[in-house]
């Protein structure tokens, strides 16, 4: 026991880059043992744009626009693909990722815990092992994970400080920025921030709690005009994003009784009686347009069939939150990988959250705004087709939500008994 117990002091002891190195190694060999030798899925897509940018393009010129993702993750690809690094290195990149926003997590963690719960909390969230099923593909999620947990990080910081650092708030505002370039969506919940920011900015009384937050999201939306001007000279649009979100749109608004409005890929709907003729008869338009008439015809259906879209937006939330139902699929034993961990985790959320209500005086304007970051990303997603792993990259925020509730106020509590 003398003998368990030194070794447990020394490992406390570690800086917090070696303590954490087990997920490190833990998250390498999932990659490894999963990791396939071609590319798969969405992979040839991301690996396709990369491509193009060491060809010093992104997308094709018009009419074979292609702007279905944010450049984000791309241009990481780019860099490893320029220096030779193998396929299975590219993968273990989300190993990496994952573990530095560990450490990242930590720090966050230790702005209001101690270190002991700070490092608990941490591992709990490289436990999550929904989280896994991406770690061995060529997918923006360990990215979108990575960058969530500095952009909080940083945010943060910032309101902890008395005065205007501009270093901290530069840094605040790219990484809000990239983490739009690798998520678009993101790109409006910056303009949305940023209105929020400026509303509460005009208010006198509120004035210098926000300052930073305007200044943050303004830069944000600096950081990101480049990647708007592009699409502006391919596109002629302003503010426009990609031309992935029409689709999605349209398969979320599926009227017909037997869907539930997720996702369908173009040559599942060509093969679906239900959307063969409106798919072939926008076959011969460019990509644009096509992305045009899907959101008309998403826009369509949601006018005359609400309550189908409701119905569809309240299945859209379940897949969002345990990966169910879906259309035309038997549900199987692996739906329980999302639906056990997320079910505790909703749970204590929810308390949480009730907790936090009654004694919301312990929450600053930074953990106003970072909660409004959040549930405004994930409102959105509940609009168009989502994916569980929409979810999964809120899950250190929600961590540290919960974190700073038991810390804040429940464990004082227990103390005082």
């Given amino acids: ?61 018009y009419p074979d626009i292609n702007l279905w993702n944010g450049p984000g993750y791309p241009v990481l690809l780019a860099s490893l693909i320029y220096l030779k690094i193998p396929l299975l290195g590219l993968r273990l990149l989300n190993a990496f990722l994952l573990y530095f926003s560990l450490v990242i997590s930590y720090k966050t963690l230790n702005l209001f815990s101690t270190n002991r719960n700070s490092f608990l909390f941490t591992s709990i969230i490289g436990l999550y092992f929904p989280i896994f099923e991406v770690l061995p593909q060529i997918m923006t999620e360990s990215l979108t994970w990575f960058l969530i947990s500095l952009v909080i990080f940083l945010f943060l910081k910032n309101h902890t400080h008395r005065s205007i650092s501009w270093k901290l708030i530069l840094l605040a505002s790219f990484s809000i920025a990239y983490l739009a370039m690798t998520k678009v969506i993101f790109g409006y919940v910056i303009l949305l921030m940023l209105l929020i920011s400026v509303f509460v900015f005009v208010i006198p009384k509120f004035r210098q709690s926000v300052i930073k937050s305007t200044l943050i999201f303004l830069f944000s939306l600096f ?70 008439a899907y959101t008309l015809a998403a826009i369509n259906n949601i006018k005359e069939h609400k309550k189908k879209y409701l119905s569809n937006w309240l299945a859209n939330v379940g897949r ?30 929810v308390f949480a959250f009730a907790i936090g209500i009654k004694h919301r005086e312990i929450f600053t304007v930074g953990w106003i705004l970072l909660f409004l970051f959040i549930s405004i990303y994930l409102f959105g997603c509940t609009f168009v087709s989502a994916f569980r792993r929409m979810f999964y990259v809120t899950v250190p925020f929600w961590v540290y939500f919960i ?3 038991y810390s804040s106020i429940v464990l004082p509590k227990i103390k005082q008994h």
């Fill in 223 to 292: 950081f990101c005009l480049p990647w708007l001007i592009y699409t502006h000279s391919l596109t002629e649009k302003f503010f426009y994003w990609t031309n992935s979100a029409g689709m999605s749109l349209y398969t979320m608004s599926s009227p017909y009784a037997n869907e539930l409005g997720d996702w369908f890929h173009t040559n599942e709907l060509q093969q679906n009686s239900n959307h063969k003729v409106f798919i072939d008869s926008i076959s011969i338009l460019n990509s644009l347009q096509r992305d045009e």
């Fill in 403 to 405: 974190s700073y509730v």
């Fill in 320 to 349: 969002l939150l345990f990966s169910y139902p879906f259309s035309y699929e038997e549900q199987t034993i692996n739906t329980f990988w999302t639906i056990i961990p997320n079910m505790f985790l909703i749970v204590i959320i």
């Fill in 1 to 61: 026991m003398d003998i368990i117990k030194r070794l447990l002091n020394f490992y406390g002891s570690l800086n917090i880059y070696y303590r954490l190195l087990p997920f490190l190694l833990l998250y390498s060999c999932i990659c490894i043992v999963f990791a396939k030798n071609v590319p798969v899925d969405d992979e040839g897509r991301y690996l396709w744009f990369a491509t193009n940018l060491l060809n010093g393009f992104y997308s094709p010129p």
